[in-house]
DNA sequence: CGCTTACTTGAGTCTGGTCAAACGGGGTGG
DNA sequence: CCACCCCGTTTGACCAGACTCAAGTAAGCG
């Protein structure tokens, strides 16, 4: 399951004070007792495989993880096998929180790409709240702001029409890409395949397939060869009806 | 705006010690140093009117609401004015959570009763975590229980046919209305309008009322004068294949 | 070179949407 | 008291967006 990471074979640990996620423009900085305290909040890092799930339904966690590089999604089942795709979760973004700390998980959580994560205690959360008040306060901002993205979500998928959802979530997509990716790539290529799209929509494939090729045909997105690829993020957005992701600097970890 | 209570009018101000949601089952007891510190940072009532708007969207909000009696909703709308609601907001339940923490309200919130609801200032919640960490926790854990509910309903939206989706949104509220209503109610009645249901199913009023009628005609739920009546739960969940909620006993404010 | 995985495309069907009209109860003004 | 209106529910007829089944293509891999 857990793998070496084929990018990075030597360092199998990077310090929180050289944590990759610091350095981006996207988050606010640590002040120096919080990135100590963080530091020994660590357990450890997981690198795993395309493919690997990182959290299963109805399973007790006993870890929360950062995603330090790499792409997974959030999903659910039905019995009979239906999937919801429910959230993307890229570097910066916390794993385990969704539902963790309730009790059993009530999703799963599967790699995208290669990924390294960052792995906590579940059960030392407590001193973080006690020790640290203000990260635990960041953990709540990090919760609400998952929410809001699921809201966006769901009136996507009960609002929007199939090439309105699919315009939202390229958008969407493109828009977290480049909030962590730097900045502006020029054609942002996403890591999905059009089934992936397709659970997310709440669509078919077969009719994710047609709705995408009508947004190839209107000159917004193409599909490449690594995935999609965004060519007119403003047009998307306009034809998603959809604002943009709010500019905050915003904490993490 | 603001109403005075039909169902209390002397009592405009129920003291923390005497919370009505205290002492429903579901939910976890205050140690007598966080009742206290939750008595101080309560800063009134608020008493609205069936219909009334508690939140608006792209606005900001100064408070924090804890639902003290009464049912609202969670909604967002599209520019053309579609309309999708994300959640109901029930006694006990958190207002203000969901994206209040990070800037403008991405949403609206609505009554759908009368209610009656405690008021926290939102600047203040730091004081809370400083304070009183487990409080902060809690916090925490609300932000991720809903969450959780917004997964499921995400999942209904998108995957479940529409008979299912109606099947598990009305057990889905029965479970929520006999959580805090203590306990079974024989034929429990949902204060809503087939429109509200139509508009959280992702569906049309006219298809919405068809599949209630098909649900009726199964003898799973009925259309009685105040609205909707659970008659048979089990087979509301099996049919949206759907295991109920967690039975855990929950924190609050 | 055959196998698998992912994307495409066509044809026919069905679920769910739209438009339109009617019903029934509660409230209001004449 | 009655006529009228409004809101929410109900029903019919027709249409369209999305689903299923099925087959074909193209690229990557052992």
Redesign the interface.
């Known amino acids: 399951m857990a793998a070496s990471t084929p990018t990075r074979p030597k360092t199998k640990q990077v310090p929180c004070t050289e944590c990759p996620i610091r350095q981006m423009p996207a988050f606010r900085a640590f002040k120096p007792d919080e990135l100590d305290f963080v530091s020994s909040f660590k357990r450890g890092e997981l690198h795993t495989d395309k493919g690997a799930t990182i959290v299963q339904e109805a399973t007790h966690s006993a870890h929360l993880f950062t995603v330090l590089s790499g792409w997974a999604f959030?999903y659910?089942l039905?019995?009979?096998g239906?999937?919801?795709i429910?959230n993307y979760l890229v570097p910066g973004d916390l794993i385990g929180?969704?539902?963790?700390?309730?009790?059993?998980m009530?999703?799963s959580v599967e790699a995208l790409t290669p990924m390294s994560l960052c792995m906590f205690e579940r059960n030392k959360?407590?001193t973080l709240?006690?020790k640290q008040?203000?990260l635990?306060?960041d953990?709540?901002?990090i919760?609400?702001?998952?929410?809001?993205m699921?809201?966006?979500?769901?009136?996507s998928?009960?609002?929007?029409s199939a090439i309105e959802r699919a315009a939202y979530l390229i958008a969407f997509l493109c828009a977290r890409l480049q909030q962590t990716s730097g900045s502006r790539v020029r054609r942002p290529a996403l890591p999905l395949t059009q089934q992936h799209i397709a659970?997310?929509?709440?669509l078919s494939l077969v009719h994710t397939n047609r709705t995408l090729r009508r947004l190839a045909a209107r000159g917004l997105a193409r599909w490449g060869e690594r995935g999609c690829e965004v060519i007119d993020l403003g047009g998307l957005m306009s034809v998603a009806?959809w604002e943009g992701l709010?500019e905050?600097r915003r904490p993490f970890i």
């Open positions: 959030r659910k039905l019995r009979d239906r999937r919801q429910l929180l969704q539902s963790g700390l309730i009790g059993e009530q999703h959360l407590s709240y006690r008040p203000e635990g306060f953990i709540t901002w919760a609400a702001r998952e929410e809001q699921l809201d966006e979500n769901l009136l998928v009960g609002r929007r659970d997310t929509l709440g009806q709010p905050t």
